[in-house]
C-alpha cells in the first residue's frame, strides 16, 4: 500500500473515531447526574449501534480506491474488536458482491455483529422498463 492510499486511511479512521467521540461526549451528557443536580432513577440500558455503510466503488472521488475502501473497513473491524464493540455493517451491491468482504463479514461472530443489504442502488444499475 503506498503512502496515499495509507493518507486517506488514516483520514477514514480520523472521521470514524471523531464519529465515536461524539456518541461518548453526547452520553456524558445523558450519564449519571452528578451531586448537585436532580438524580433520574433509569432503569433501562443506554444502548449505541454502530452502523458501517460499506461500498465498494467512491464515483465521486478517484484518490478513494477499492483497496482504500477494503483497508478501512478491516482496520474498523480490529478496532471493533480490540474494544469489543459489536456494530452493524451495511453492504451496498456492488461491495456485497466482492469476495474481500464476504470472506471477512462471514469470519466475524454473529453474536457481535450484524450484516445487512445498504438499500442503496447506482444509478446505473437502473434500467427504465421496455
Known amino acids: 500500500m503506498n503512502k496515499f492510499n495509507k493518507t ?3 483520514k477514514c479512521f480520523a472521521l470514524f473515531f471523531a464519529g465515536i467521540a461524539g456518541l461518548i461526549l453526547f452520553n456524558s451528557f445523558t450519564g449519571a447526574p452528578s451531586d448537585n443536580k436532580k ?3 433509569i432503569d433501562h440500558p443506554k444502548i449505541v449501534n454502530i452502523v458501517n455503510f460499506i461500498r465498494l466503488l467512491e464515483p465521486r472521488d478517484p484518490k478513494i480506491t477499492e483497496d482504500v ?3 478501512t473497513v478491516v482496520k474498523q473491524v480490529e478496532l471493533m474488536k480490540k474494544y469489543k464493540l459489536g456494530g ?3 453492504l451496498q451491491y456492488d461491495a456485497l458482491i466482492d ?3 464476504q470472506k471477512l463479514l462471514k469470519s466475524l461472530p ?3 455483529f450484524e450484516i445487512a443489504p445498504g438499500g442503496k442502488f447506482h444509478s446505473l444499475w437502473l434500467k427504465k422498463p421496455d
Open 8 to 10: 486517506i486511511i488514516s
Open 39 to 41: 438524580k433520574v432513577n
Open 99 to 101: 469476495p474481500r468482504y
Open 88 to 90: 452493524t455493517f451495511l
Open 110 to 112: 454473529r453474536n457481535s
Open 69 to 71: 475502501l477494503y483497508q
